[in-house]
């Protein structure tokens, strides 16, 4: 592209970012304003309410919604918009008709931290005495769900990938009839700090997959892996194994933006960290 009309594009999109007006209309857009408030007024005490800690998009079904079905986790103040639920501002599949569920026993609760953000198409199901926790700074991509019967625990700086499921039971009941036994088909599923579910995994009752780890696209995990103490844990397959350590995800953003735009620029195919590098910096 000519630098004269790149800059010309970026000038353009630097003034709308910076134009109130249409910032306003960008979040009238994805943010349904009727659906915020009736969900924070009716979620929580007034106090907390007024401050709009939860966006609420357009197509978002509730079922069970009551006071405190929600409740905030988060060591960080109380701020608008902390939580985002069925919104997408950058979509990997076609939101139309897409509709988020949220369905909470009465018995049962979703717990959420601070700048979590649920995507278009996707379910969060807390069954009967089963509790979602999710952690600070967690994405939750299309069309993936989590589903409680027991307990679904993040820790902070997860992301779950599109069309993936989280959950900690099997739902159904079954009979072995050579042991005389019904088993309970529930078990926690725990999931450390900093961890990257990718896309279309499989995340079965009891798995525990330690903090720093990565789960690659298309695996099913379904064991406990808490005896592993390394970090950067790459764990792939059907079962999952672990295949490697020392392998990270950068979950800041903005830091992740300045190395695609390196990348970008630059024909180089990596970027060589200097061993005096507190690369930990830039993981959270």
């Not at 353009?12 to 960008?26: D, G």
């Not at 159904?172 to 961890?195: A, E, F, M, S």
Request: some cysteine; hydrophobic content about 40%.
């Amino acid at each position: 592209m000519d630098n004269s009309i790149s800059s010309v594009i970026t000038n353009v999109s630097n003034k709308a970012r910076r134009n109130p007006i249409i910032r306003i209309l960008h979040f009238l857009k994805i943010v349904n304003v009727v659906k915020t408030l009736c969900f924070n007024l009716v979620n929580f005490p007034i106090s907390i309410a007024i401050k709009l800690p939860v966006f609420v998009g357009y197509r978002v079904q509730f079922i069970g919604l009551r006071r405190n079905c929600i409740s905030l986790n988060s060591a960080n103040k109380v701020r608008a918009g902390m939580i985002e639920l069925g919104i997408t501002r950058y979509p990997m599949i076609s939101t139309k008709g897409m509709y988020t569920l949220i369905r909470i026993h009465k018995k049962s609760h979703i717990e959420m931290g601070d700048n979590v953000r649920v995507f278009s198409g996707c379910s969060l199901i807390a069954a009967l005495g089963g509790v979602i926790h999710i952690g600070d700074d967690f994405l939750m991509n299309q069309k993936a769900r989590i589903y409680a019967s027991k307990k679904v625990s993040f820790g902070n700086h997860c992301r779950l990938g599109w069309e993936s499921q989280v959950m900690d039971s099997d739902i159904h009941y079954t009979l072995n009839q050579n042991l005389n036994r019904i088993k309970d088909c529930r078990k926690p599923v725990i999931i450390g700090n900093n961890c990257w579910l990718a896309n279309r995994v499989s995340v079965m009752k009891g798995s525990i997959l330690p903090d720093y780890s990565i789960l690659a696209g298309g695996s099913l995990l379904n064991r406990d892996y808490s005896e592993v103490t390394d970090k950067g844990n790459f764990f792939s397959g059907t079962p999952a194994v672990l295949k490697g350590t020392g392998v990270y995800r950068i979950f800041n953003e903005k830091i992740e933006k300045r190395i695609k735009d390196f990348f970008s620029i630059v024909g180089y195919d990596h970027i060589t960290i200097e061993d005096s590098f507190d690369f930990y910096n830039i993981l959270d």
